[in-house]
């Protein structure tokens, strides 16, 4: 059994290769290729453990645990925390063992990096990063890769994170205040772990994209309004399911309200339709994302003789 440390999963996972692996999958999820039965959940005083396996032909089958502990931060300790397994699909065989974190959350960045290249105006070039923890490094790291972007505004509840995270690319700054940050922004991604909304629709304007990662049920980051008169895009219709399944923000929607990512990428529903329409990609964390990029990572380090192999 092969086991990957976070450091090596860093080192393996590149953006363009997950980003292919990516739209592989949503391929393969929205054509129906896929295993994935709803996420479940065991319910702790402080917190919760979320198991969420995958099949997909032609892959290790993949399942990963993930800790929501909300309160960590008071103890330094992060909010999720995860490890992911992987099974031969022939025999059943566990073939590695890797921690889950940093896939979590660069495949979660790289999910909404897929959402502005599918359904943002062309050439975005003011980007607002709502979030300066976990999920915001990611995003800016992903966001790196995007040509043409001339300024990357980020905003915190703590300034001092803000400006932190700012100094690590040079086209980054951090804003005074969210309102700030996204009222010019061509694209708006909000990487929080609110239980309310962190933006008002009104600071909003027209052909603006959003992407929204936040998970906190009953509650979150998205505001009604915006789910409400935007063009919404999730990875799966279970995004409609209740929670744990799918997101707080879309309860009371119809499944269909939202379309998949994966039938844009195979031309079956239309993305953006027009310069001033407000896309919405609401993103709950799918465990084909985790089979994806495990699997990438598993490839990769087989071939590099990255890791260490043992016997259980």
Known sequence: MLILTRAEIIQLLEPSELLSALEEGFKALSAGQ???PPRNQAVAPKGVLVGMPAYMPERQMSVKLVSVFHENHTQNIPDH????????PETGTPTAFMDGEAIT???TAAGALLSIKLLARKHPKTIAIIGAGVLGEAHLKMIGTLSGVERVWIAARDIAKARALAARASNAAAADSVREAVSGADVVCLCTSSPEPVIQAEWIRPGTHISSVGYRPPGGELPRA?????????ESRAAFSPPPVGSAELQGFEPEFGTELGEVLLNQKPGRRDGREITIYKSMGHAMEDLAAANLVYRKALEQGIGRQVKL
Request: glycine content about 4%.
């Open 105 to 107: 959350a660069l495949r």
């Open 226 to 234: 915006l789910a409400e008169t935007g063009h919404v895009f999730v």
């Open 81 to 88: 925390q995860a490890v992911i397994a992987l099974f031969d």
């Open 34 to 36: 896929l295993d994935v």
